[in-house]
């Protein structure tokens, strides 16, 4: 990708990318001894197919041939995400029913729902690879990601779209539907152009279509290391510009990278400064009400404070079926900064309910584990890996069952890199 800009194109137009074809070993993909997907050239697999299709009857060729426009994107709509970008290369026909899926939706919300996939990257020489996990049927596909350059981003994601956050290039903010590949990008939001930390959430409405995004940033106060100007910025898609409904000084605590929005709510993850009384630096959680950001809110942020459970490192915030869900690090009482396990919690009533713990044999599997890694959510699944491994462990919330992720493709080629990834819904007819 070099050095080239995205903001200099217009959005994407949609081209078809045949996703690789992965052939199962084994007959039971979900026995615990499962053998990795190995992969098959695409022209074999479509001549797989089209000798299994001479074998159908000609009536049946013809009556797929009348079934009218309409039925038949009602039937395509129906398929998983992946099988639809397969059945879009069949023939013209089928490409444009796929395609006006995609671009028109439903307000129906006819498609079945999907498990979101795990994009799992780590960064080369010149750019970004990365591949998809799918849960649901255990295969990893390659993924080009729309937008991403090398460097450091933050991502959040809701209902099928991705946001991403150019951290080290300005902090240029892009919109994308990764299986579509349509995106667009955003103008700067107001504030500081280089703020310490800067946080970044979008909610999409599973019916409208509509989103909200939001950036918090956060700026030290001069040299006072226990002052920091905190400020909420929201985009406005009907406008296409940016307002700022809030902002405040903290006292005795920070900002961080860390935000999600929840049900209307945009909650963010602050740290305490270690004064006030405080022995060591906690995190809490404040909240601001998006319902209606005209209006000046009754009380500070500072007043919303929720405390963590417990001393946490590597704290992240997931939106799981509109549930405030955290995962974090327990650090070791003599070494804070060494997890000692990884624990999950729900936020009841302002008071935090733990989940799970992962199980310690599993904990292991990671290797040597330090206080960095990376988890994200979506839907009933949580995904948690190390950075310094292509190791992937999901938690089924739903069903509370731990399971580790097949092998990734991903290799590890030196000791220094670092993997990291983030999930999303795989869908088709959500716009940019």
């Given at each position: 990708m070099g050095n080239r800009r995205w903001d200099r194109y217009g959005p994407s137009t949609y081209r078809p990318t045949p996703i690789q074809f992965y052939r199962p070993i084994t007959e039971d993909p979900y026995h615990s001894n499962f053998i990795p997907y190995h992969p098959i050239p695409y022209q074999q697999a479509v001549a797989e197919e089209n000798d299994a299709d001479d074998s159908e009857s000609s009536s049946s060729v013809s009556f797929i041939s009348n079934i009218p426009n309409d039925m038949l994107v009602k039937i395509l709509s129906y398929l998983p995400v992946a099988s639809a970008v397969r059945a879009s290369v069949v023939c013209k026909r089928w490409h444009e029913a796929v395609r006006s899926f995609s671009l028109q939706g439903s307000t129906e919300d006819p498609s079945p729902s999907q498990k979101p996939w795990y994009f799992m990257f780590t960064c080369g020489n010149k750019l970004i690879t990365g591949f998809a996990y799918d849960a649901s049927y255990r295969?990893?596909?390659?993924?080009?990601?729309?937008?991403i350059e090398k460097g450091m981003w933050s991502f959040s994601s809701s209902n099928g779209l991705v946001c991403l956050m150019d951290i080290e290039n300005g902090y240029r903010i892009f919109l994308?539907?990764?299986i579509?590949?349509?995106?667009?990008?955003?103008?700067?939001?107001?504030?500081?152009?280089?703020?310490?930390?800067?946080?970044?959430?979008l909610a999409v409405d599973r019916k409208t279509k509509n989103y909200n995004l939001a950036v918090v940033k956060c700026s030290q106060v001069h040299v006072d290391l226990y002052e920091w100007d905190l400020s909420i910025h929201l985009y406005q898609p009907d406008t296409g510009s940016w307002f700022s409904p809030y902002s405040e000084v903290l006292v005795g605590s920070r900002g961080g990278e860390e935000c999600v929005i929840c049900d209307g709510v945009l909650y963010y993850l602050i740290s305490t400064a270690g004064v006030l009384g405080a022995v060591e630096p906690r995190h809490a959680v404040v909240w601001y009400?998006?319902?209606?950001?005209?209006r000046r809110p009754k009380?500070?942020?500072?007043?919303?404070?929720?405390?963590?459970?417990?001393?946490?490192?590597?704290?992240?915030?997931m939106n799981l079926r509109e549930k405030l869900v955290m995962v974090g690090g327990i650090g070791k009482v003599d070494r804070p900064g060494v997890v000692k396990g990884i624990g999950i919690w729900e936020l009841?009533?302002?008071?935090?309910?733990?989940v799970a713990r992962m199980p310690h044999k599993l904990f292991q599997g990671f290797g040597e584990f330090d206080e960095l890694f990376a988890s994200?959510?979506?839907?009933?699944?949580?995904?948690?890996?190390?950075?310094?491994?292509?190791?992937?462990?999901i938690f089924d919330v739903s069903q509370k069952i731990w399971k580790w992720a097949s092998k990734s493709p991903l290799n590890k080629k030196f000791p220094l890199q670092i993997f990291s990834g983030f999930c999303f819904e795989p869908r088709l007819e959500i716009g940019v």
């Open positions: 295969k990893w596909y390659g993924l080009e990601f729309p937008c994308c539907n990764p579509t590949k349509d995106w667009r990008a955003f103008t700067q939001p107001p504030g500081t152009t280089s703020p310490d930390y800067c946080a970044m959430a009400d998006l319902s209606n950001p005209n009380e500070r942020l500072v007043d919303t404070m929720v405390q963590v459970p417990c001393a946490l490192t590597c704290a992240r915030l009841c009533k302002k008071e935090w309910k733990e994200n959510g979506s839907g009933d699944l949580i995904y948690i890996q190390s950075y310094g491994s292509p190791a992937l462990l």
